[in-house]
T-cell receptor, first 115, second 120 residues
Framework: AQKITQTQPGMFVQEKEAVTLDCTYD???????LFWYKQPSSGEMIFLIYQGSYDQQNATEGRYSLNFQKARKSANLVISASQLGDSAMYFCAMIRFQGAQKLVFGQGTRLTINP | EAGVAQSPRYKIIEKRQSVAFWCNPISGHATLYWYQQILGQGPKLLIQ????????DSQLPKDRFSAERLKGVDSTLKIQPAKLEDSAVYLC??????????????????FGAGSRLTVL
């Protein structure tokens, strides 16, 4: 089985501050991938960043970085220098590379950036 | 590159009626997914296709939901008869992956804009 847990239903951050969104996962498989997606109020799911379980370095994409701690089974998203346009729902997701290889999502964290 | 196309964007029906949603994935993407997203929740996988074969449909309510992917390209998701609890956004996504390449963009799912269903 695979499970994703996002414990922060909502977060409020001042513009230009850094923010960390928490994600923990549960799997016994050695091969898996971790994703973060952003969903603005318009509804589309926007891919932000991906980390494979065998990647030695933390993934980075512009202002986004993934703090991957394999032993703790956590994959936190860090957004540096937050902007008003970062206000959205953020979903952590995991895919196992065995069996059906389906992508499972967490419940999401609503991030609000205050001016 | 054209994105994942979905239609209709919005649909309002009464309970016990039927509805169908259509999805055209990105050209060349082998894997197609249908997710159900109820307001305030994360997306839940309904069905996953690899080319035109079903990989996983364990959470598809098969007494009322059906899906097909003819010729391994576009796909249709049908609900018949609809219930009030089917009100949700139905998201279609596609990805390149056909194997276990862990580190490439082959694993990234690209989503369509979604089809919002309201059942009255």
């Amino acid at each position: 089985a695979q499970k994703i847990t996002q414990t922060q239903p909502g977060m409020f951050v001042q513009e230009k501050e850094a923010v960390t969104l928490d994600c923990t996962y549960d799997t016994s498989d050695p091969s898996y991938g971790l994703f973060w997606y952003k969903q603005p109020s318009s509804g589309e799911m926007i891919f932000l960043i991906y980390q494979g379980s065998y990647d030695q370095q933390n993934a980075t994409e512009g202002r986004y970085s993934l703090n991957f701690q394999k032993a703790r089974k956590s994959a936190n998203l860090v957004i540096s220098a937050s902007q008003l346009g970062d206000s959205a729902m953020y979903f952590c997701a995991m895919i196992r590379f065995q069996g059906a290889q389906k992508l499972v999502f967490g419940q999401g964290t609503r991030l609000t950036i205050n001016p | 590159e054209a994105g994942v196309a979905q239609s209709p964007r919005y649909k309002i029906i009464e309970k016990r009626q039927s509805v169908a949603f259509w999805c055209n994935p990105i050209s060349g993407h082998a894997t197609l997914y249908w997710y159900q997203q109820i307001l305030g929740q994360g997306p839940k996988l309904l069905i996953q296709f690899q080319n035109n074969g079903v990989v996983d449909d364990s959470q598809l309510p098969k007494d009322r939901f059906s899906a097909e992917r003819l010729k391994g390209v576009d796909s249709t998701l049908k609900i018949q008869p609809a219930k009030l609890e089917d009100s949700a956004v139905y998201l279609c996504a596609s990805s390149l992956r056909t194997g276990g390449d862990l580190s490439s963009g082959a694993n990234v799912l690209t989503f369509g804009a979604g089809s919002r269903l309201t059942v009255l």
